[in-house]
Nanobody, 127 residues
Framework: QVRLEESGGGSVQAGGSLRLSCSAS????????MGWFRQTPGKEREGVAS????????YYAAAVKGRFYIAQDSAKKTLYLQMNSLQPEDTAMYFC????????????????????WGQGTQVTVSS
C-alpha cells in the first residue's frame, strides 16, 4: 500500500508558474510509474505527465508539452510537476498517482492504469 500526498497548488495569474509536489509513504515496485493527472467538474480525469523508473522515460500530454516538467527525487520519495506559462485552461484539481506498470500502457497517461492516488491539490489560473 502506498500513500500519496500532494501539495503546492494555489491561485496564479496566467503566465505564472507553480510547482506541485507529491510525497509518497514509500518507494516500492508500486511506485515504478508515477504521474500527474487533472480533473475539472463534469469531465474525466486526464493524464498530464508521467515518469518511469525515476526518469528513464517520461510522457506528456500534448496540451502541456514544453510548459510542464515532471521530475522525481527518489531520496526524498517526492514527485514534482513544474508548471510554467500557466493558462486558465490549466485550472483543475491535480492528482498524483502511482503504479507498478501504469505508465507503460498505451500513452502512459491512462488514469485507469494507475492504482494508487492522492487526494488532489487545486490549481486555479486567472486571466
Amino acid at each position: 500500500q502506498v500513500r500519496l500526498e500532494e501539495s503546492g497548488g494555489g491561485s496564479v495569474q496566467a503566465g505564472g508558474s507553480l510547482r506541485l509536489s507529491c510525497s509518497a509513504s514509500a518507494y516500492t515496485q508500486s511506485t515504478t510509474c508515477m504521474g500527474w493527472f487533472r480533473q475539472t467538474p463534469g469531465k474525466e480525469r486526464e493524464g498530464v505527465a508521467s515518469i518511469y523508473a525515476g526518469g528513464t522515460a517520461s510522457y506528456y500530454a500534448a496540451a502541456v508539452k514544453g510548459r510542464f516538467y515532471i521530475a522525481q527525487d527518489s531520496a526524498k520519495k517526492t514527485l514534482y510537476l513544474q508548471m510554467n506559462s500557466l493558462q486558465p485552461e490549466d485550472t483543475a484539481m491535480y492528482f498524483c498517482a502511482a503504479d507498478k506498470t501504469g505508465c507503460l500502457r498505451g500513452s502512459g497517461l491512462q488514469a485507469n492504469a494507475f492504482n494508487y492516488w492522492g487526494q488532489g491539490t487545486q490549481v486555479t489560473v486567472s486571466s
